[in-house]
């Protein structure tokens, strides 16, 4: 793998020069410019604070944008990240957090071993489209109290809405103008001027000198230390055998949302820029970027979409990009630190309020009502429902489930018509033989264990025959279990007298056949190529 590395980064780098380098760096320059708001909400939004998004965003660019799977994936601190661990922060703290931080990433290289990656691919859209949804509301009710000024207890939705119920809900109007201070400049901020500075960190800046030119009184972000090393890091004396049970749970849905994330966004951003994404080598560089990055103090981090888009867009060459991101945001950290601490937490809230709205996936959920994609609209709904009750892992597996029942539900469609034999015309030949108690039953569809028995029953309904050709041209494929169920309904068919035929077998259904000598089970002398010799051999009986 290391030696694979090596000739992709030699290829990566081939024939670089000052001009690349300079796209490079202005690439990077300007994915910091989207991420520092960005790091500094997502911490927040995290349970944690503003400096670990900043540290996490920094930490990421280094070590997972240098040994990713590609050369233009750009990682940090993201919303659907932050929305599955403020809760894990409500109950187990900070430390909770980075500590599952860490378990993840040791889990995100044990799958980048046996090669996970590829189950991604087995997940429907419309599964990904409610699981986003669904972190798209929990982010949302994640901000209330930064964004209204508010009090509420409890780490599930249903438990804030009865915390509000009980203690009441009493909006300040200081953190709300703040908060919607930045959605109004977000919405408003032409498109033409967002390449060059973002609507999120136009709106952190109005914001921040509004706060301080006016008499507010609103929580602030607080200082930010000019240190890599924060004072709430992660060390191993904070696992113990309690917490370690207790935070395996959690930290699997984290590598699971890390490694959905990460290969979804370098699908897109493969398609952008017309490269592969290495997903083993990317999970090993999620992995190792997540064990090291809660030792500084930084939470989760995965590859993040539109910071990964907008350094395509703006011309990144190679992995250098992200580095350079990483170094501009160090550097923000260290000459701006004072400035961003004075930044109103409603103001983050309005950053995460706008982002939860946005990263819905509203031409495909339009799609679905307006197309009225039943199966999607259920997979959609369920797994959104699933993602705000339940945790990441749950509702995955939930949505899953649904897709593979639904799938099922289809394929045990068949298709079965039966059909009189004309013993004057059939096939243009006259026969002599009267064939009146023959029938013919055309079967198209999948032939497995969810459709067999309604192919036994239409067939064991025929009354009046005493040969049954069974026609399965139609169908492409057959599973042991319909193959048992054909078997059984031979031989019982034969117990009164009635002979089975079959014909028309696809090569994939021969071979299952011959693989489970079901041809010696019910003689080779009653399957045949196809209809016609089989109603001929009949006809000299």
Same mark, same amino acid.
């Given at each position: 793998?290391?030696?694979?590395?090596?000739?992709?980064?030699?290829?990566?780098?081939?024939?670089?020069?000052?001009?690349?380098?300079?796209?490079?760096?202005?690439?990077?320059? !300007?994915? %910091?410019?989207? &991420?520092?708001? #960005?790091? $500094?909400?997502?911490?927040? /939004?995290?349970?944690?604070?503003? @400096? +670990? *998004?900043?540290?996490?965003?920094?930490?990421?660019?280094?070590?997972?944008?240098?040994?990713?799977?590609?050369?233009?994936?750009?990682?940090?601190? !993201?919303? %659907?990240?932050? &929305?599955?661990? #403020?809760? $894990?922060?409500?109950?187990? /703290?900070?430390?909770?957090?980075? @500590? +599952? *931080?860490?378990?993840?990433?040791?889990?995100?290289?044990?799958?980048?071993?046996?090669?996970?990656?590829?189950?991604?691919?087995?997940?429907?859209?419309?599964?990904?489209?409610?699981?986003?949804?669904?972190?798209?509301?929990?982010?949302?009710?994640?901000?209330?109290?930064?964004?209204? *000024?508010?009090?509420?207890?409890?780490?599930?939705?249903?438990?804030?809405?009865?915390s509000y119920a009980s203690t009441g809900f009493?909006?300040?109007?200081?953190?709300?103008?703040?908060?919607?201070?930045?959605?109004?400049?977000?919405?408003?901020?032409?498109?033409?001027?967002?390449?060059?500075?973002?609507?999120?960190?136009?709106?952190?800046?109005?914001?921040?000198?509004?706060?301080?030119?006016?008499?507010?009184?609103?929580?602030?972000?607080?200082?930010?230390?000019?240190?890599?090393?924060?004072?709430?890091?992660?060390?191993?004396?904070?696992?113990?055998?309690?917490?370690?049970?207790?935070?395996?749970?959690?930290?699997?849905?984290?590598?699971?949302?890390?490694?959905?994330?990460?290969?979804?966004?370098?699908?897109?951003?493969?398609?952008?820029?017309?490269?592969?994404?290495?997903?083993?080598?990317?999970?090993?560089?999620?992995?190792?970027?997540?064990?090291?990055?809660?030792?500084?103090?930084?939470?989760?981090?995965?590859?993040?979409?539109?910071?990964?888009?907008?350094?395509?867009?703006?011309?990144?060459?190679?992995?250098?990009?992200?580095?350079?991101?990483?170094?501009?945001?160090?550097?923000?950290?260290?000459?701006?630190?004072?400035?961003?601490?004075?930044?109103?937490?409603?103001?983050?809230?309005?950053?995460?309020?706008?982002?939860?709205?946005?990263?819905?996936?509203?031409?495909?959920?339009?799609?679905?009502?307006?197309?009225k994609y039943k199966t999607s609209i259920a997979?959609?709904?369920?797994?959104?429902?699933?993602?705000?009750?339940?945790?990441?892992?749950?509702?995955?597996?939930?949505?899953?489930?649904?897709?593979?029942?639904?799938?099922?539900?289809?394929?045990?469609?068949?298709?079965?018509?039966?059909?009189?034999?004309?013993?004057?015309?059939?096939?243009?030949?006259?026969?002599?033989?009267?064939?009146?108690?023959?029938?013919?039953?055309?079967?198209?569809?999948?032939?497995?264990?969810?459709?067999?028995?309604?192919?036994?029953t239409a067939i064991e309904e025929i009354s009046?025959?005493?040969?049954?050709?069974?026609?399965?041209?139609?169908?492409?494929?057959?599973?042991?279990?319909?193959?048992?169920?054909?078997?059984?309904?031979?031989?019982?068919?034969?117990?009164?007298?009635?002979?089975?035929?079959?014909?028309?077998?696809?090569?994939?259904?021969?071979?299952?056949?011959?693989?489970?000598?079901?041809?010696?089970?019910?003689?080779?002398?009653?399957?045949?190529?196809?209809?016609?010799?089989?109603?001929?051999?009949?006809?000299?009986?």
């Open positions: 793998m290391f030696k694979q590395f090596s000739q992709d980064i030699k290829l990566e780098f081939a024939g670089y020069k000052t001009g690349t380098l300079i796209q490079d760096l202005l690439a990077g320059l !300007t994915v %910091a410019a989207v &991420a520092l708001p #960005l790091a $500094l909400a997502f911490g927040v /939004g995290s349970g944690a604070d503003a @400096a +670990a *998004g900043l540290v996490t965003a920094i930490f990421a660019g280094f070590v997972i944008g240098s040994l990713g799977g590609s050369s233009f994936q750009i990682s940090g601190p !993201t919303g %659907a990240m932050a &929305a599955i661990l #403020l809760p $894990l922060s409500a109950r187990f /703290g900070v430390e909770g957090v980075l @500590a +599952a *931080g860490a378990l993840s990433g040791v889990i995100l290289l044990v799958a980048a071993l046996l090669k996970a990656g590829r189950i991604v691919s087995i997940i429907p859209s419309a599964v990904i489209t409610g699981f986003t949804s669904g972190i798209a509301i929990l982010i949302a009710f994640g901000q209330i109290d930064n964004f209204f *000024g508010t009090t509420s207890h409890g780490e599930t939705i249903i438990q804030k809405l009865s009493s909006p300040q109007w200081q953190p709300m103008f703040f908060g919607l201070l930045v959605m109004v400049v977000m919405i408003g901020w032409p498109k033409k001027w967002a390449a060059k500075v973002p609507s999120s960190l136009m709106g952190i800046i109005i914001a921040l000198v509004v706060n301080m030119l006016g008499p507010f009184d609103v929580v602030e972000v607080g200082a930010i230390p000019r240190s890599l090393l924060l004072p709430h890091r992660f060390t191993l004396s904070l696992l113990n055998s309690g917490m370690l049970n207790s935070l395996i749970v959690p930290a699997i849905s984290i590598a699971a949302l890390g490694m959905i994330e990460s290969l979804l966004c370098g699908a897109a951003g493969g398609k952008m820029k017309k490269e592969r994404l290495n997903a083993d080598r990317e999970l090993i560089a999620q992995g190792i970027g997540n064990i090291i990055i809660p030792f500084f103090g930084g939470v989760p981090a995965t590859a993040a979409i539109a910071r990964t888009s907008v350094a395509i867009k703006a011309g990144g060459r190679t992995r250098l990009t992200g580095i350079f991101h990483a170094v501009t945001l160090i550097a923000s950290m260290f000459l701006l630190g004072p400035m961003m601490s004075r930044i109103p937490l409603a103001a983050l809230g309005g950053v995460l309020m706008m982002t939860s709205w946005r990263m819905n996936e509203w031409d495909s959920i339009r799609k679905f009502f307006h197309k997979q959609f709904l369920v797994t959104m429902i699933a993602t705000v009750v339940f945790d990441l892992t749950i509702a995955i597996l939930i949505g899953i489930s649904l897709s593979m029942i639904l799938f099922v539900i289809r394929s045990s469609y068949l298709e079965i018509s039966v059909a009189n034999i004309d013993s004057r015309h059939e096939k243009g030949r006259n026969l002599t033989q009267n064939l009146s108690n023959v029938k013919l039953v055309y079967v198209t569809g999948q032939l497995f264990f969810g459709s067999q028995d309604r192919m036994v009046d025959a005493t040969t049954i050709i069974l026609s399965i041209r139609g169908v492409p494929s057959i599973d042991h279990s319909a193959m048992v169920a054909l078997e059984e309904l031979h031989d019982s068919l034969a117990a009164r007298n009635v002979k089975l035929l079959f014909c028309g077998l696809q090569p994939q259904v021969n071979r299952q056949f011959q693989r489970a000598g079901f041809n010696e089970a019910v003689g080779e002398d009653a399957i045949f190529n196809n209809a016609v010799e089989a109603i001929d051999s009949i006809a000299v009986e």
